[in-house]
Every structure is written in C-alpha cells, then in structure tokens.
C-alpha cells in the first residue's frame, strides 16, 4: 500500500526578508492583517492540508555590528505577532485544518501555556499543536531580563520538566470528571480531580489545571532539536518531530539518529514522523518556477543577510575576518550556548572544522539559505512530487512536508493546492478528503494518555 505524507503550511516568515514585494503577492494589503490569514487558511484547508504553523520569537535582531537597525530595516526576523487571537480567529471560519503555534520553555511559564493550548483547543473543536523551542536568540533573552543565554544542554533539561508538568496539569482533570447535573447542582466528580504537586528544578506547581479537558485531552507537540541533546529531548514527548533540511544524506542521517532515541525512550519509531522544512516553487513548466525562484537575486542586501545569520547563530558576523577557519568560528558559538547545529554548524559538517572559508564565499552560502535559495525546489508540479517522494522514502515514509514561508503569498499557495497536490494524489500520496474530528485523528497519531508514563517526571538532580 503506498504511504500517504502528512502537508503543513509553515507561515512563520511569509511576509519578512523581501518576500512581501515580490510579483504574485498582496498589493494593498500588509502584515498583520487578519484577511490575509484567512485567505490563506481557506486555501489550504480547500487542499486538505494537515495544519497551518506559526514559528515565534520575541527579540528584534540586533547581534548584528551591536545594532537592531538593519533588521529593523530590511524586516529581518520581526514583525511579529503572538498568533494565539488570529488562530481563534482562523478556527471560526474553517473546520478540519489543523493550527500549528509556538512558545519558549526557556521563558514561559508551563501553567500559563498548558491552559492557554487547553483553551485553544476549546475554541478549534481538537485542532491544536504546540511547538515546544528552546530559545538561543540573545535578542529574545534580553526581553526576558536575561544577559546571557542559558547552557546549551540545560535549555533542554528545562523543556523536559516544562513538558512534563504541561501534561501532568493535562492529566489532572479526568475526562470524565464534570457532571453538569443540573438536579443536584453538582458541577464535578472531586476524586476525578488532582493535584499535580510539582517541584522540581526550574518550576513549582500544585496544580490542578482549573478547566475542563480539551477535546483532544492535550494538543499534538511537535519539537525540531537538532543537535543530540535535542534529539534526545524530542524522543522523550514529541508527538511529531520538524526538521530543517532536504539533502538526502542528512534526511537518513536525522531520521536514523532520532530512531535509536526513540527505542531509548521505549517508543516506536513507526509512530513518530519527521516532517521536513521545505520552500517549493511550482510552475506550469520547470522553466518558469525556475525563473520565479531566481526572483530571490537582489532580493536581500548585504546587511540584511549578516543580520539573520547572526541572529540565528549567536555570532555577530560584521566581525569577520576576510579569512578564517570555520572551526574556531563554530567553537566561539558553541561558547556562547548559541545553536551547535545552526548555520555554521552546517557549514562544519559539510566542509570540516580545518576548512579555511573567505568573508565573502560566507556571505553567499548565507544569503542562499536566508532567502531559501538553497532549499527550494522549484519545477513543474511533476517535478516537485518526483523530489518530495524521494525525500519521502529516505526517511522511511514517516511524517512528510512543512512547506514553509511560501516565496510569494498568496500565489505560491495556490500553485501548490492547484498543480502540487492534485499530482501527489494521483500517485497516492496525498489525502483525497479529510478524516476524523480532531489534529490527532488526521495524523494518524494515539489518543492523549490520561495516566502518567512509566518514567518520573523532571526533578532537582
């Protein structure tokens, strides 16, 4: 039987870096209007897609020569909303597509996130995810009243005790537990209600949660860790796994490193998809979403690139020599607990910690991957299927596509929904209508646990 891959449409950069002025976008319309997010939730839920994301952050750019003003500028990683008030919104106006939405567990609070998602999923009838990220933005620790960033591994020890008191306040109400008697005035059942008395290193919390359980009990979590100690966290929760990355070595590699976790956790991988990060550009022919995707030239001045890069990899490259080696440049990041397995982590695994890189050779790499160059497939509808099925079985069939912040809006979306999606369902990859009432049900996934797992939850070490 042909495996069917999951489609989600990430929305998270749509209208920033340039993308908002090229041909085949709004004119007379801009960020944040809401029009423009339900235009694009109708046509992806006319689509069958699975969900819509929403990535976050919480800092204006700024690690860039020590200055905000280039990526205040050129709209490098800002503006941005909190997308909770526009996906109630969005849920009123569809019923099947899923909503996708972020939030750090270096900075929040799990109560205030687990009743919020359990709110939302009130309001979407079971259709929430959440994207569980640390955060390694020096911008965003700054918001926070932070100087510096936290330890690298210990940002994921503080997401497994988030995670785990959010599902201990999920668990803490009983599916069951409320009564309603409208006879004898009793609202709830007591012994179907517990607290949930959490202390462990980073949070305390008596719990329990002080609403009533969502239709989907907890929303679906998803976590895109990377680096090992990443990994690791995401095989301990994840319900759905988000990975940047489409060359085919570096697919089986993640999907083969995330398996051996899994079975260390005692899960099966079958039950866990990784869907993989991916720009497409689809044409009536190859040669004209080839022209469309070299639209991205010029797009993005110097200084708008150096900001992205340096936001993203906790290192200001204003500084850079015009020669150096890009193994000390990745040990001076991972001294900073910025991300191991950012862009020149990429770059270290690709070329090797000796490989001697010039200023500019950097800066070309680095405007190819800010304004998805590098991974974007661009073709005729049969082309990009042929490349998404090979990406598909590389990663053994498990999970699928996020097709992320689309070159154009709403064009690309159509393009996609119109010419992609017809293609992958005539070769029996893709849905042909919706199943199920809740997120959970559309992805195949297991019903939320009401009883705690096996193994105890974070706690002082």
């Not at 939405?101 to 609070?109: D, E, G, P, R």
């Amino acid at each position: 039987m042909t495996k069917q891959m999951s489609l989600a449409l990430d929305l998270s950069f749509f209208h920033m870096e340039g993308r908002w002025r090229l041909p085949g976008s709004w004119t007379g319309r801009t960020f944040p209007d809401l029009a423009m997010y339900k235009e694009l939730a109708l046509i992806a839920e006319r689509g069958c897609m699975d969900m819509i994301f929403f990535g976050d952050g919480t800092g204006i750019p700024s690690a860039y020569g020590g200055s905000r003003d280039p990526a205040v500028s050129w709209g490098v990683g800002w503006p941005r909303q909190d997308m909770s008030p526009f996906i109630a919104a969005l849920s009123q106006i569809t019923s099947r597509i899923g909503f996708g939405l972020t939030y750090s567990s270096t900075y929040m609070h799990p109560f205030y996130v687990a009743r919020l998602l359990n709110s939302l999923d009130h309001v979407t009838a079971g259709r929430m995810a959440f994207n569980i990220v640390t955060s390694s933005r020096p911008a965003d620790a700054a918001n926070y009243g932070f100087d510096e960033l936290m330890d690298h591994d210990e940002r994921y020890v503080r997401m497994e005790e988030f995670v785990d008191v959010c599902q201990a306040l999920w668990r803490s109400v009983e599916p069951d537990a409320f009564v309603w008697n409208r006879e004898t005035g009793q609202v709830a059942d007591p012994s179907k209600v517990s607290a949930i008395d959490h202390r462990g290193k980073y949070f305390s919390v008596a719990g329990p949660l002080n609403s009533v359980p969502s239709p989907q009990g907890a929303p679906v979590l998803l976590q895109a860790g990377g680096s090992p100690r990443g990994i690791e966290a995401s095989a301990r929760f994840a319900d759905l796994i988000f990975a940047a990355g489409h060359k085919l070595e570096r697919v089986k590699a993640h999907r083969k490193r995330l398996d051996a976790a899994l079975l260390a956790q005692g899960r099966d991988p079958s039950r866990v998809g990784i869907v993989w990060d991916i720009q497409v550009v689809v044409g009536q022919t190859n040669e004209e979403a080839i022209a469309r995707k070299e639209q991205l030239y010029g797009l993005l001045p110097r200084e708008a690139v150096g900001a992205s890069l340096s936001a993203n990899s906790g290192y200001d490259f204003s500084q850079l020599p015009e020669k150096f080696v890009l193994g000390e440049i990745h040990e001076q990041i991972i001294a900073r607990n910025a991300s191991p397995m950012g862009f020149v982590g990429g770059l270290v695994e690709e070329h090797g910690v000796d490989y001697e890189m010039s200023k500019d050779e950097l800066f070309e790499i680095g405007w190819k991957q800010v304004s998805g160059f590098d991974h974007t497939i661009a073709g005729s509808a049969e082309h990009v299927a042929d490349e998404l099925e090979e990406i598909f079985e590389a990663s053994d069939e498990r999970g699928g596509f996020m097709i992320a912040h689309p070159q154009v809006t709403p064009r690309d979306l159509v393009d996609v929904v119109g010419l992609l999606i017809p293609e992958l369902r005539r070769r029996g990859r893709f849905r042909e209508k919706y199943e199920g009432t809740t997120l959970r049900d559309l992805l195949g996934l297991d019903p939320f646990s009401t009883t705690a797992p096996a193994r105890p939850i974070a706690s002082v070490s």
